[in-house]
């Protein structure tokens, strides 16, 4: 089994080392050493969503600027006017290629109807911004936020609206149009003018006239400031790892507690959740060094961890001490990091997925890292894959925050177990009916 275990390895540093030496030049591209390429990450949510950053969703009127200084449609001309008021079926035809069904012939045997098929059919498969998302710096109310740049995404159809997955799958591949950094928003104007055939000049539609700002960087800094832009970092960031204290043991009837205590699953339960606590206080007190409060930058911000992240979400962060993998991974590390530091043990920071893998977001070894935008442009597939199987191969783990026991549905059971224990005792003291003598 080693002998496999070391071949298998031997052959990826093998193929590793030939992609790299092929796509040398590229990669350096990929990973730019002066420059800091902001639109790098933003391309992908997982690249930033478990840095030091703030996520605000935008107000309606960055949205609608947005749409139509980015995506503004196809354009109404006379002709298409003309031909909707000769055609007799427009309503059908819009009606029918709104609920993307088929359009019969017989409703555009006239050229009109033929003209009102085209234009509604290709505004049907034209994609508009319907939502705008912010990437700043992690903010601080009452400070000025350190804009990283836009993200935006197409508004969810009836069917996704529930759907608890849909933005962070909108956000890691967001619309190219509307995917601006800091200095892209500051060249934007908050207000368009054109001029029309008659010589009059007009607002351009989307323009926003009720601000005093000139760039979409201003009013979008003050609108985070003024608390009108939603925050939602907390719904990029995954919701099954976050910790919940188990305080609604206290607020269920006094009986059922004292059935949990008598049945000795009380005591058990508090000690899980006396655990979880001890491992989430080990967590934070092994952060990793690449872990920032307020970044004063935003290449600081997409290239450090949360601490917030630490706080809140089930992370860890191993030693990797397989001679084999450790010095591939080192290879990567003083081939595509900045050479700092003597350290030479290698550790990942990532978090359990429900399959029991690991979802790798940075490697370390003494003051080099590499973040999931670089593991993703730059690793090989297979060794991404080797890195996320703990079991295959040996971790000597500095600490690990276990998954949270599914404690609520255990104590759901005890409930219902209580409920029919409790059902079952009223049933055996409730006195039987006597049958009594009626006379007449």
Known sequence: MNCERTKHLLAV???????????????????????????????????????????????SATALR?????????????????????????????????????????????????????????????????????????????????????????????????????????????????????????????????????????????????????????????????????????????????????SNIATMPKEFQQFLKSKGVLDSI???????????SLSIKEMPSSVCDKPKTAEEALTTLSTDVFQKYILARWRICDPYLQSLLRWFLNSNAPSSGTDSSVYAVGRLRHNGKYDVIMLEIGQKKLLKTEIDNIMLYGTQEILSDPAQYCHEYSHIVPPKPDVLEYIERWYQRWQVEMQEQKATLKPKAVKTRTTR
């Open 13 to 59: 540093i093998v193929c590793a080392i030939c992609q790299h030496i092929t796509v040398y030049a590229q990669e350096q591209q990929t990973i730019p050493t002066t420059d800091f390429n902001t639109k790098a990450y933003l391309r992908r949510g997982d690249y930033y969503r478990f840095a030091a950053i703030s996520f605000f969703e935008a107000d």
């Open 66 to 246: 947005f749409k139509k200084k980015f995506t503004p449609g196809l354009k109404r001309t006379l002709v298409l006017e003309s031909a909707e008021s000769e055609c007799a079926n427009t309503d059908e035809i819009k009606l029918r290629t709104q609920r993307k069904r088929e359009i019969p012939f017989l409703l555009t045997d006239d050229p009109n109807c033929e003209v009102v098929r085209h234009y509604y059919q290709a505004l049907a498969g034209f994609v508009e911004i319907g939502k705008v998302y912010v990437v700043t710096a992690a903010y601080q109310r009452g400070t000025e936020p350190i804009i990283i740049g836009t993200v935006c995404i197409q508004s969810p159809y009836i069917n996704q609206i529930a759907d608890p997955d849909f933005l962070l799958n909108s956000i890691n591949d967001p619309l190219s149009y509307g995917l601006l950094d800091a200095k892209e928003l500051q060249a934007v104007p908050t207000q368009e003018y054109e001029t029309k055939d008659s010589g009059k000049t007009v607002v351009v539609k989307g323009s926003i006239t009720q601000t005093s700002f000139k760039t979409m960087y201003e009013y979008i800094a003050d609108g985070i400031k003024r608390g009108i832009f939603l925050d939602c970092t907390e719904k990029i960031r995954p919701p099954f790892t976050r910790y919940t204290p188990l």
């Open 270 to 280: 508090q000690k899980a959740d006396r655990d979880y606590q001890k491992a989430i």
